[in-house]
């Protein structure tokens, strides 16, 4: 067997960089081979074109990333890079190769060749691990891995990014700022990785809008060609966590994503454990840490109010329902609901450990109207049940 999506995108991208650079009235072939003579049998396609050709001094970096910056190719071949590049390892990926034979001025030909394996009775295909999609299905189980939205107008680039990253994320792309903004809404990525220029919409007002109109702000970088004072003033002043001049490793890349998502998480994990300790056991000092314990300290007043909610927080902090929400969500990674229903749990167990009341006195008392409920929310947060919980906890 092998992968239908990349072999596509290898025979695209070399049947691209054939029409592109072959002039009206050229010709451009196409060669499909079987060799069916040893094991596995290799398909071999060869697309050949009689327009610019290549130089010879040129030639050794026809496959090399972000050459353009280098300035090392023709203008004539400026666009073509990462595209075979990206079919190299595409090719390679799958045990197989692209490569090319070419004279300036006579034409090019490339020819790439994988491997193919016939599938025996009743043997399974491994499911592929490689997720690049614009679009995801909401029927799908829940994914353990974070969703990274990329964000480029060069559809090589935007491809490159999405191969290096996908063993590891689920990659979502967009070719504009106006396009991510849709993908945001609806899917809510984990981090944005963005280019800085881009038409209808660029990066740095995608940055800010993620900035300032999202309840949740999400950690955002900006990948920028340039690197004068003007644009790192601009990826600072949006609001960006974190820009990266082109060209680029992935291997840096991955490193800036991996060092934003651990610091969200540590943030997260230090906020919820403020939000479990008593009010007098804490100390605080930032200002997160005071609007949170306000917050905290609502609820804690308030437990046997089951009709608690964002309102009733917003009309008693004296603070706007999207600063209630943003601050909570991003500080925590809670909702609202899931904020006041673990300070709810907290109290709960500090009941059913510390005091003499039976299960349905203590659930009432935490703002709890349904046993069921309050059994299955217990668990979700400490693992056992509340009858379990008195029992361990009876000494």
Not at 241 to 261: E, G, H, N, W
């Amino acid at each position: 067997m092998f992968d239908k999506d990349k072999t596509e995108k290898i025979l695209y991208n070399v049947l691209s960089n054939a029409f592109n650079y072959t002039p009206d009235g050229g010709t451009i072939s196409v060669v499909i081979s079987l060799k069916n003579d040893q094991t596995p049998n290799l398909l071999s396609v060869a697309v050949s074109d009689n327009g610019l050709g290549i130089d010879v001094e040129d030639q050794q970096y026809i496959f090399e990333r972000f050459y353009q910056g280098r300035n090392r190719l023709s203008d004539q071949y400026k666009g073509t890079g990462i595209g075979l590049m990206l079919s190299k390892e595409f090719a390679e990926l799958h045990g197989g190769n692209l490569s090319f034979e070419s004279l300036a001025k006579k034409g090019s030909t490339f020819t790439f060749s994988i491997p193919i394996t016939d599938k025996t009775d009743g043997e399974e295909s491994e499911p592929e691990d490689v997720a690049f999609s614009k679009e995801m299905d909401m029927s799908e189980k829940k994914s353990s891995k974070l969703k990274i939205l990329v964000v480029e107008d060069s559809e090589d680039l935007l491809q490159y990014i999405a191969m290096s990253l996908g063993d590891e994320y689920k990659v979502l792309l967009a070719k504009d700022g106006v396009e991510a903004w849709e993908i945001i809404n609806r899917y809510q990525p984990d981090l944005i990785v963005s280019d800085l220029m881009m038409p209808n919409m660029n990066g740095v007002e995608l940055c800010r809008k993620v900035k300032t109109e999202l309840n949740n702000p999400i950690p955002f970088i900006l990948l920028t060609a340039k690197q004068d004072e003007k644009s790192v003033y601009e990826s600072l002043e949006c609001g960006a966590d974190a820009f990266i001049v082109k060209p680029f490793s992935t291997k840096l890349l991955k490193l800036r994503m991996m060092k934003l998502i651990e610091k969200e998480k540590k943030m997260h994990l230090y906020y919820k454990n403020l939000i479990l300790l008593s009010p007098r056991e804490i100390v605080t000092e930032s200002q997160d840490e005071k609007l949170i314990m306000k917050l905290v300290q609502i609820v804690e007043d308030n437990l046997d109010n089951s009709d608690m909610d964002v309102e009733f927080l917003c009309r008693n902090s004296g603070i706007s329902h999207q600063q209630v929400y943003r601050k909570i969500k991003s500080l925590t990674g809670f909702t609202v609901t899931k904020f006041i229903r673990t300070i709810r749990l907290k109290r709960a167990a500090q009941l059913l450990k510390d005091s003499k009341m039976n299960i349905t006195e203590v659930m009432y008392l935490a703002g709890f109207t349904g046993l069921s409920y309050f059994s299955k929310c217990f668990v979700e947060q400490y693992g056992v049940t509340p009858k379990e919980y008195m029992e361990i906890n009876k000494e």
